[in-house]
């Protein structure tokens, strides 16, 4: 128990220092009003789209590395999707931020699974023990239908298999191929407000944005799959 405890403090410590640093060199180079401006976000990302256009490849790599380090530490999964989109567009975006939430989800899922699986178990077996022999009984597919359906914090959805000792293997690739409609979704978002952006010198009024295709359409994908996972839910519990 002091061991998993010491782990939390360093976890948390590592977490506060990288944030602090971040928000150092941030507010270093840019002061708050500034980085709130509709100009500072249209001239920064043209600056990053410049640089994706000249290094495509470093540039997803580093995306990549940052975004497991942010997922490793607990970070939301929600802006990582977002900012995947709006940099990379959404085709290559979903690919960059599959890859990225596994590989994050599965050292989480590593560590958990190592230093902090009795303690999940006592925390959530009881609520999620009707899981336990489907994952058992068809391991692969029902991790891929558990990440399609979510309803849980993402951070939490990558500490439930603990439970059922989901190989390794199985967690990282029902991971990657249920991930792949949301984040499709939501890059397409983040692919959206960076084409609004583009397209608009003046910032554009809520009612143009949401009746833009680029906006309303993963919007209304993301709660078309909302409804579709809701009724897979309710079949998925009751049988």
């Not at 405890?5 to 928000?23: A, D, R, V």
């Not at 298999?161 to 978002?189: A, E």
């Not at 944005?209 to 409804?227: C, K, N, Q, V």
Request: proline share 3%; glycine share 6%; aromatic share 16%.
């Amino acid at each position: 128990m002091q061991r998993m405890k010491n782990i939390k403090i360093s976890i948390g410590i590592l977490y506060l220092i990288l944030i602090s640093l971040f928000l150092y060199f941030l507010f270093s180079n840019f002061n708050f009003r500034e980085i709130t401006t509709y100009n500072f976000i249209r001239s920064k990302s043209e600056y990053f789209e410049k640089i994706q256009e000249a290094n495509l490849a470093l540039v997803c790599i580093s995306f990549i590395i940052l975004g497991i380090i942010w997922i490793f530490l607990q970070g939301f999964a929600s802006p990582v999707v977002i900012a995947s989109g709006f940099l990379f567009d959404t085709y290559i975006g979903t690919f960059v931020v599959v890859i990225t939430l596994s590989v994050g989800s599965t050292l989480i899922y590593i560590l958990a699974n190592f230093f902090f699986k009795e303690l999940i178990k006592e925390k959530f077996l009881n609520k999620f023990n009707n899981l336990e022999k489907r994952f058992k009984k068809k391991e692969l597919t029902y991790m891929i239908i558990y990440r399609i359906l979510g309803g849980i914090p993402f951070q939490i959805q990558n500490l439930i298999p603990c439970m059922f000792s989901v190989s390794v293997k199985n967690f990282f690739l029902g991971t990657v191929l249920g991930m792949i409609p949301q984040t499709f979704i939501i890059s397409s978002l983040g692919a959206g407000l960076k084409k609004q952006i583009k397209k608009n010198i003046e910032p554009p009024s809520i009612i143009d944005l949401i009746s833009s295709f680029e906006i309303y359409a993963p919007i209304a994908g993301f709660i078309l799959l909302l409804i579709i996972a809701y009724l897979i839910k309710n079949f998925f519990y009751k049988n």
